[in-house]
């Protein structure tokens, strides 16, 4: 929508956690799959964790396309840190998330995780679901813990 509407702006989309290989990516319903990839082959750059989540995301664009059966599927190449898809290019690069180690060693001793950590070990093998959030507030963490809270209720 970004770029029908501001054609000349720079797109920059940056992960910050691994990209899927398209055996995991084809979990997803082809139509997300479809939106997902359509979404990000339209931005000008796209930043991974690492190497292996730029191959990763490769791999699926060229999986994506290989299984579709129209006879106008675009060219893709890649060279130089560089995805060519049709006429297209995206810049892939490595932008290592910031990762606050120190900081998450102390959070193991509060005595609120431990007591997590020895529920999870002594519990009986059922589902569990853990989410990892970080705490600045314009990562939603608020709306992440009622969503999560209301997928418990349902």
Same mark, same amino acid.
């Given at each position: ?34 939106? $997902?990839?359509? @979404?990000?082959?339209?931005?000008? +750059? &796209?930043? #991974? !964790? ?8 490769? *791999? ?37 998330? $910031?990762?606050? @180690?120190?900081?998450?060693?102390? +959070? &193991?001793? #509060? !005595? ?8 999870? *070990? ?33």
């Amino acid at each position: 929508m970004i770029r029908e509407r501001h054609p000349k702006s720079l797109i920059h989309f940056s992960f910050e956690t691994p990209w899927p290989w398209p055996s995991e990516l084809e979990l997803l319903p082809i139509a997300w799959r479809s939106k $997902l990839l359509d @979404s990000l082959l339209a931005a000008d +750059v &796209v930043s #991974f !964790p690492t190497d292996a989540d730029i191959n990763a995301f490769i *791999a699926c664009v060229r999986s994506f396309f290989s299984s579709q059966s129209d006879d106008h599927l675009p060219e893709i190449k890649y060279r130089s840190s560089t995805l060519i898809v049709g006429t297209h290019s995206i810049r892939l690069s490595v932008l290592a998330p $910031l990762v606050r @180690s120190p900081k998450f060693k102390e +959070v &193991v001793r #509060f !005595p609120q995780t431990q007591r997590f950590i020895y529920d999870l *070990a002594v519990a009986e093998p059922i589902h569990t679901f853990v989410t990892v959030e970080r705490s600045e507030p314009h990562k939603n963490i608020v709306r992440a813990i009622n969503a999560y809270g209301e997928l418990l209720n349902r």
